[in-house]
């Protein structure tokens, strides 16, 4: 691939990249609806989604880090503010908005999936506690 195509397929994947996020935050957001109303089969739906457009966000990230290491840059946000330094004007002012809202959405996203876990923490824990639970709640003599 010549340099200005693995440009231009980076350029392309930037509002991929940007809707697959927002995709990703609805989800996540459901998934967190469906674990606190305990719907597991809703949970491992939702949870299959989410590994999809994770692939697919992956795949991309990949394909991103090797055009910046092509060009001998950092596979970072300064390799990219440093890449569309060289772009045109126009081309650039684009580029660095779709990445800004990049950034924000997988912030937002990681924390979305932060918050998600602890929930998920916070059902196993009590889940656990209540199988550990001494049988003599239930059995008929009662506390020993």
């Known amino acids: ?8 397929a980076l350029l392309r994947d930037l509002p991929q990249d940007v809707a697959d996020y927002q995709q990703l935050e609805r989800l996540l957001q459901q998934q967190r609806e469906a674990m606190v109303a305990c719907n597991a089969a809703l949970c491992e739906s939702i949870g299959a989604e989410v590994m999809t457009v994770y692939d697919a ?3 991309r990230a990949q394909r991103r880090r090797q055009t910046l290491l092509a060009f001998n840059l950092p596979s970072d ?4 503010a ?7 004007a ?4 684009n580029a660095k908005g779709y990445w800004q809202h990049l950034e924000t959405l997988t912030h937002f996203c990681q924390q979305l999936n932060d918050r998600n876990g602890m929930l998920l923490n916070a059902q ?3 889940l656990g506690a209540l199988l550990n639970e001494p049988n003599y709640i239930y059995s008929p003599q009662g506390p020993a």
Not at 90 to 93: E, V, W
């Open 90 to 93: 126009a081309i650039a002012a």
């Open 77 to 80: 946000s300064q390799g990219m």
């Open 124 to 126: 196993r824990e009590t």
């Open 1 to 8: 691939m010549s340099p200005t195509d693995r440009v231009k």
């Open 82 to 88: 440093t890449l569309f330094a060289r772009l045109p």
């Open 57 to 59: 966000l992956l795949h």
